[in-house]
């Protein structure tokens, strides 16, 4: 596993990091933990959950199956914005919210420290100024030791490490969406934030499995997959049903080939070639993916195999 610095920052992250979107929370413990420690065997550090997720069960299970381990072996992030609760103050990125959720999440997690404490999404009704003064507040209280945004826009971006300037801890990270078929945050986000010094720790690296090449057109869905499970398939629908895109994701599997690593490694090594990117953050069920996708931190794509492969998904 090879590690890259987050941003400027002296963190180092895994290339290949773990995540828990729709996967911890939903499992078992048993079979989260196997998957955990795959990764650590693997040598992934970086760590990736939300409150949210799982209604906050996904911080509790890995708050349980992280005790076992050494805290200083892990990067561990966690995300706020999502409404947790039924209340006008139950959401957002006010002062109010993003400290308590803070301490929940601390407290679920099991730590005294969140590594990287992300704005989950940008919020319309808070200042932004109070955003930054209550994230450089948990920092210089111990709570957390970076913070990064995700899925904010280039000018919101700006704007935010404008009201930081030299007076107030920025962001180190950005989380986008960022794969094969969804590469918009290249066009202006990820050069501002190289300029800024923010590391990209990339979500949906593999498009929700279908740059896998398991989703084959005019043929039934995996029978265990995601796109089968109705707690899981409403954010994948719309690929799945895309038959000439699957078609396109077919004719990666030469491109493969040639470069003897599977789909999906060809995918993640698609992103790693970036030098804006920090860490990929993948999705894993059983612990054999785990290591096919850990494999992929090192594999060089040469400029020719690039643009075959973004020729064949334009």
Same mark, same amino acid.
């Given at each position: 596993?090879?590690?890259?610095?987050?941003?400027?920052?002296?963190?180092?992250?895994?290339?290949?990091?773990?995540?828990?979107?729709?996967?911890?929370?939903?499992?078992?413990?048993?079979?989260?933990?196997?998957?955990?420690?795959?990764?650590?065997?693997?040598?992934?550090?970086?760590?990736?959950?939300?409150?949210?997720?799982?209604?906050?069960?996904?911080?509790?299970?890995?708050?349980?199956?992280?005790?076992?381990?050494?805290?200083?072996?892990?990067?561990?992030?966690?995300?706020?914005?999502?409404?947790?609760?039924?209340?006008?103050?139950?959401?957002?990125?006010?002062?109010?919210?993003?400290?308590?959720?803070?301490?929940?999440?601390?407290?679920?997690? +099991?730590?005294?420290?969140?590594? @990287?404490? *992300?704005?989950?999404?940008?919020?319309?009704?808070?200042? =932004? &100024?109070? !955003?930054?003064?209550?994230?450089?507040?948990?920092?210089?209280?111990?709570?957390?030791?970076?913070?990064?945004?995700?899925?904010?826009?280039?000018?919101?971006?700006?704007?935010?490490?404008?009201?930081?300037?030299?007076?107030?801890?920025?962001?180190?990270?950005?989380?986008?969406?960022?794969?094969?078929?969804?590469?918009?945050?290249?066009?202006?986000?990820?050069?501002?934030?190289?300029?800024?010094?923010?590391?990209?720790?990339?979500?949906?690296?593999?498009?929700?499995?279908?740059?896998?090449?398991?989703?084959?057109?005019?043929?039934?869905?995996?029978?265990?997959?995601?796109?089968?499970?109705?707690?899981?398939?409403?954010?994948?629908?719309?690929?799945?049903?895309?038959?000439?895109?699957?078609?396109?994701?077919?004719?990666?599997?030469?491109?493969? +080939?040639?470069?003897?690593?599977? @789909?999906? *490694?060809?995918?993640?090594?698609?992103?790693?070639?970036? =030098? &804006?990117? !920090?860490?990929?953050?993948?999705?894993?069920?059983?612990?054999?993916?785990?290591?096919?996708?850990?494999?992929?931190?090192?594999?060089?794509?040469?400029?020719?195999?690039?643009?075959?492969?973004?020729?064949?998904?334009?």
């Amino acid at each position: 596993m090879n590690y890259r610095r987050l941003g400027d920052a002296g963190v180092k992250l895994s290339e290949i990091g773990l995540g828990s979107w729709m996967t911890v929370g939903i499992q078992t413990a048993e079979t989260t933990g196997a998957v955990l420690n795959k990764a650590f065997e693997c040598g992934i550090n970086f760590l990736d959950t939300a409150d949210i997720y799982a209604a906050g069960r996904t911080e509790e299970m890995w708050g349980n199956l992280l005790r076992e381990k050494r805290r200083a072996d892990y990067v561990l992030g966690t995300k706020v914005f999502v409404p947790t609760g039924p209340g006008a103050n139950d959401r957002g990125l006010s002062r109010k919210h993003v400290f308590e959720q803070c301490h929940n999440s601390l407290r679920r997690l +099991r730590t005294e420290y969140i590594d @990287l404490y *992300q704005c989950h999404r940008f919020d319309e009704q808070t200042p =932004v &100024e109070e !955003t930054v003064r209550v994230m450089d507040d948990l920092i210089r209280q111990g709570k957390i030791l970076y913070w990064g945004v995700s899925e904010w826009t280039a000018a919101q971006i700006e704007k935010c490490l404008e009201i930081c300037s030299d007076r107030f801890d920025k962001p180190k990270s950005n989380q986008p969406r960022y794969n094969l078929l969804e590469r918009k945050p290249a066009e202006a986000v990820m050069p501002l934030c190289h300029r800024a010094g923010m590391g990209q720790v990339v979500f949906s690296p593999l498009a929700q499995g279908v740059l896998t090449g398991k989703y084959q057109p005019r043929q039934p869905l995996p029978a265990s997959s995601r796109a089968v499970d109705p707690r899981q398939n409403d954010s994948i629908k719309r690929l799945v049903d895309d038959k000439a895109l699957l078609e396109k994701v077919q004719h990666l599997v030469g491109i493969a +080939r040639e470069q003897s690593c599977s @789909l999906a *490694q060809l995918a993640l090594a698609w992103i790693l070639r970036r =030098v &804006e990117v !920090t860490s990929c953050i993948i999705g894993a069920t059983r612990p054999q993916q785990v290591e096919e996708n850990a494999e992929a931190s090192g594999i060089k794509l040469d400029e020719e195999t690039i643009r075959r492969m973004e020729e064949v998904m334009a």
